[in-house]
């Protein structure tokens, strides 16, 4: 599932070389639907996009010339509504990863609109797309001194009541203070003291979800979590999943062709022997998803939530909204 190569031309006249996914990430590292819609617009009118490693800061160019999916992380997808049209017109499939907490009462999300709004653009993008395509996360599970493991199962119970008729799964994860320092700190210069979860208490809100589930009856997994949760009816997840896009998008031969499988006389689609989708080695070693390419950048969303990882603190905020102010043309994001 290696991207291919290619060279294409970019704005200033030069070749350059490029990678080609199939599958688009959009995005684990900013909220692209809620601020970003006008710059992936032209960016698909262009045909390609630029990626800055935040590691290196070297670039690398994207093209969309064989792309066939884009997986859609957000908090608030509304802003990507009035075009999705445009987005089918041009042959591309799509699913939405999207969070859904309830911190309205902590205020650890201030950048969102009302609890209300978002569950109305989840019912609104469930209808449109069918509920198999809009995924409920509840990302993440914090314990602190404002919210406790018992009140975060009743926020999930209140919210499921009014999503699980639209959805058929929900993912949680459980925040990971050492593996995130940045969002630690975060969290500490907003004056929250969240904790870890013990493995009791992870297996106590399993528990609960378990229970609640019974009613809404939706698969539910974890997101790149080491603890076993399978007793408490909790899979490891695969949130950019090739099942789900065999599920989905069957309909699409290049696509089921790029996930292992062949189609027979009658039309009939089968896997290949093969060995299990690459998982994606730039993600954790926890997390299931199969290969991407991510297109966002760090340092680029404005939701201000007090435990991200993606954007920094001080004058990193600052960064945030000017580059979120940046030329929707611009190669890359926040360019």
């Not at 919210?147 to 926020?155: A, V």
């Not at 939701?303 to 905020?317: L, N, Q, W």
Request: glycine share 8%; charged share 20%.
């Amino acid at each position: 599932m290696k991207a291919e190569r290619c060279q294409i031309r970019i704005a200033d006249g030069r070749m350059v070389s490029a990678i080609a996914p199939v599958i688009l990430s959009v995005s684990r590292a900013t909220d692209i639907p809620a601020f970003h819609g006008d710059w992936l617009r032209h960016r698909l009118e262009a045909g390609y996009a630029q990626w800055i490693n935040p590691y290196n800061g070297q670039p690398l160019y994207v093209s969309f010339a064989r792309a066939r999916v884009m997986v859609f992380w957000s908090k608030n997808p509304a802003p990507l509504l009035g075009w999705l049209d445009e987005l089918d017109a041009r042959g591309i499939n799509y699913y939405f990863q999207f969070t859904l907490n309830d911190y309205a009462q902590e205020g650890y999300e201030p950048g969102l609109p009302a609890l209300e709004r978002r569950i109305e653009t989840f019912q609104r993008l469930s209808e449109r797309l069918g509920k198999a395509r809009v995924i409920w996360r509840y990302d993440p599970v914090l314990v602190t001194p404002q919210c406790s493991l018992e009140q975060s199962l009743e926020k999930i119970a209140g919210l499921g009541e009014q999503l699980a008729p639209f959805t058929e799964q929900l993912i949680f994860s459980f925040v990971d203070l050492a593996a995130y320092p940045r969002a630690h700190r975060r969290l500490q210069r907003a004056g929250v003291a969240a904790q870890e979860l013990s493995p009791a208490q992870m297996q106590a809100f399993a528990a609960g979800v378990q229970q609640l589930n019974r009613a809404w009856k939706l698969r539910v997994g974890s997101c790149a979590e080491t603890i076993d949760l399978s007793a408490y009816g909790v899979e490891h997840s695969r949130c950019i999943d090739d099942a789900l896009l065999v599920q989905c998008f069957a309909h699409d031969a290049a696509l089921m062709r790029h996930l292992g499988y062949a189609q027979n006389l009658f039309g009939e689609w089968s896997a290949l022997p093969r060995k299990m989708q690459d998982k994606d080695a730039g993600q954790r070693k926890t997390c299931g998803c199969v290969e991407s390419k991510d297109i966002g950048r760090y340092n680029t969303c404005l939701h201000r939530c007090v435990y991200c990882y993606a954007t920094g603190e001080g004058a990193s905020t600052e960064a945030a909204f000017a580059r979120c102010r940046a030329h929707p043309d611009a190669e890359a994001l926040g360019g």
